[in-house]
Nanobody
Framework: VQLVESGGGEVQAGGSLSLSCAASGRASSITVVAWFRQAPRKAREFVAGMMWSGMRTDYTDSVKGRFTISRDNAKNAVYLQMSSLKPDDTAVYYC?????????????????WGQGTQVTVSS
């Protein structure tokens, strides 16, 4: 399975962006998908995750109420809709996939990673 992100860019604070992650290959093995981000000089952190079935979604506290993760099974795609963006949201955003039982916030629960897409929020 390969993951390819798209949709990053630059936006002013308070604006919105939508990220997409397209999965190719044997996507039937995926049970959980997530978005992580890594800001300069910081560790990669969990942003949002969901079961591929759609039964459960989780968010890190700093994005709750502002970001929404969703998926389109027919397109093998995962999305991250981001609104009310802040400069602190500036980072490279990565799509990740795995076969765990829950959308775990730790990186090592995800076996497959995309190449990342840059999101820059200016003040």
């Amino acid at each position: 399975v390969q993951l390819v992100e798209s949709g990053g860019g630059e936006v002013q604070a308070g604006g919105s962006l939508s990220l997409s992650c397209a999965a190719s290959g044997r996507a039937s093995s995926i049970t959980v998908v997530a978005w992580f981000r890594q800001a300069p000089r910081k560790a990669r952190e969990f942003v949002a995750g969901m079961m591929w079935s759609g039964m459960r979604t989780d968010y890190t506290d700093s994005v709750k109420g502002r970001f929404t993760i969703s998926r389109d099974n027919a397109k093998n795609a995962v999305y991250l809709q981001m609104s009310s963006l802040k400069p602190d949201d500036t980072a490279v955003y990565y799509c990740a996939a795995g076969n765990s039982r829950v959308p775990h916030p730790r990186l090592n629960f995800y076996e497959i990673w995309g190449q990342g897409t840059q999101v820059t929020v200016s003040s």
